[in-house]
Nanobody
Framework: QVQLEESGGGSVQAGGSLTLSCAFT????????MFWYRQPPGKERELVSG???????YYSDSVKGRFTASLGNAKNTMSLHMNNLQPEDAATYFCRAGPTPSTLQSTTNRICRAVYWGQGTQVTVSS
């Protein structure tokens, strides 16, 4: 009932740019928050970007000013435009759908309370 698929990863040189896309299909009667995460090789998965309850995007300190998250022009897509990529940005990038705080307070529906991940797309940055 929730499917996520990332695309757009690749290899770039330091200072280059990439735009990732996440196509999502949600047929469950739920409201989800959408996020971008990444997992560098050998490290924990970390939050890159999300949207607050007012619809404003927020970013981790490590990418602020270089990455821009947006809802795509096509329905049910979101994008992450990454500028000035550095070797430390190399990671597998994931989109995530998760329950909002109000959802957790208002429903016991397991589908609505679950967290969903795409399969990830790899970004490699050479120095």
């Amino acid at each position: 009932q929730v499917q996520l698929e990332e695309s757009g990863g690749g290899s770039v040189q330091a200072g280059g740019s990439l735009t990732l896309s996440c196509a999502f299909t949600i047929t469950a009667p739920c409201q989800f928050g959408m996020f971008w995460y990444r997992q560098p090789p050998g490290k924990e998965r970390e939050l890159v970007s999300g949207w607050d309850k007012y619809g404003a995007a927020y970013y981790s300190d490590s990418v602020k000013g270089r990455f821009t998250a947006s809802l795509g022009n096509a329905k049910n897509t979101m994008s992450l435009h990454m500028n000035n990529l550095q070797p430390e940005d190399a990671a597998t990038y994931f989109c995530r759908a998760g329950p909002t705080p109000s959802t957790l307070q208002s429903t016991t529906n397991r589908i609505c309370r679950a967290v969903y991940w795409g399969q990830g797309t790899q970004v490699t940055v050479s120095s």
